[in-house]
């Protein structure tokens, strides 16, 4: 499976492009990273490559999966992951259940879904916290709900905005570490933005910037 964007930019009405075309390909297993200050476009590059532009913004450029072209396809036929600097798991659902609401339509029964569910609490070190209130967990412990939540859903690819960037020093480094991991064990592909360069050089993969001179590979 691989990400790959070709000449893409957004610009919002009739300004000027938020940020120069960006060509990037990324392999399975792969992460990439865009970095740069706030405002300079990192999030609505992700918000383009997932099919979530606001209304007013329009993007220039394609987007494929695996050589299949998605650039016009509605979100939900994407089969993009996010992840969010908030963990943003739903408050009225147990941490089980907001991890049921990201399983993938394929996993079918209440049996079936409830192992699938116990199994990725105990992937994230969750194990026995399926009917948690999610306001009782710690950071990590949210992102990592989040991130399983994620990768239920069985995505193509994912797109972290900022995902680590609450959490502490320690927390961040063992939530990078997690996130990696699993995306690398189900080998697809992701692309991060993040302010933060400690968070590209941990990922091993090619790092872009935004902002300043048109940004390169």
Sequence with gaps: MTLEIAGLSVRYLNEPSLFAPLDLLVAGGEVATV???????????????????????????????????????PPEARRIGLMFQDAALFPHLSVGDNLAFGLARETRGRAARRAAVEAALEQAGLAGLYERDPATLSGGQRARAALMRTLLADPKAVLLDEPFSRLDAARRAEMRNFTFAHIRKRAIPALMVTHDPADGAATGGPVLSLGGDPAKR
């Design 35 to 73: 970095m740069g200050p706030s405002g300079v476009g990192k999030s609505t590059l992700l918000d383009a490559i997932g099919g979530h532009l606001a209304a007013g913004f329009t993007m220039t450029g394609s987007v494929r999966l695996d050589g299949f072209e998605i650039t016009h396809l």
